[in-house]
Every structure is written in structure tokens, then in C-alpha cells.
């Protein structure tokens, strides 16, 4: 099942690609949907949600 996000920061689609090359970096076969007008991440991945969250947050992005 895809983890559901929402990803306050995500401000624009270069936001978007940092989050998803941030994802992918833990999970190459990660895929990515990000929207940053409704800041919803949906990521289907078999990392833990624990692993793309820290992923995320190292990036500069904050999970809410
Ligand atoms: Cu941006």
C-alpha cells in the first residue's frame, strides 16, 4: 500500500523533484507522486515509512 504524505514546504515542482530524487535514493523503484498545491506525497516504495520520511526531512522537507 502507498504511504500518504503531506509534505507542508513542497513548494513547487523543484521541490518536488528534490523530494522524489531524495525518495529514490533509499528506494531506487520508488514511485513518486508529489503535488505542491495540495502538498500530498504519495510513495510507492518497500522501504519503511520511517526511512522516506528521514529521507524527506534530510532533504529540507518537513513531514507533518
Ligand atoms: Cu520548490
Same mark, same amino acid.
Given at each position: 500500500?502507498?504511504?500518504?504524505?503531506?509534505?507542508?514546504?513542497?513548494?513547487?515542482?523543484?521541490? *518536488?523533484?528534490? *523530494?522524489? $530524487?531524495?525518495?529514490?535514493?533509499?528506494?531506487?523503484?520508488?514511485?513518486?507522486?508529489?503535488?505542491? $498545491?495540495? $502538498?500530498?506525497?504519495? *510513495?510507492?516504495?518497500?522501504?519503511?515509512?520511517?526511512?522516506?520520511?528521514?529521507?524527506?526531512?534530510?532533504?529540507?522537507?518537513?513531514?507533518?
Amino acid at each position: 500500500m502507498p504511504l500518504s504524505l503531506t509534505v507542508p514546504n513542497l513548494a513547487c515542482s523543484a521541490c *518536488v523533484e528534490t *523530494v522524489t $530524487k531524495a525518495i529514490q535514493a533509499v528506494d531506487a523503484t520508488a514511485q513518486v507522486a508529489a503535488d505542491p $498545491k495540495t $502538498k500530498a506525497v504519495t *510513495v510507492a516504495t518497500e522501504a519503511s515509512e520511517a526511512d522516506i520520511k528521514q529521507a524527506i526531512a534530510a532533504a529540507g522537507y518537513t513531514v507533518a
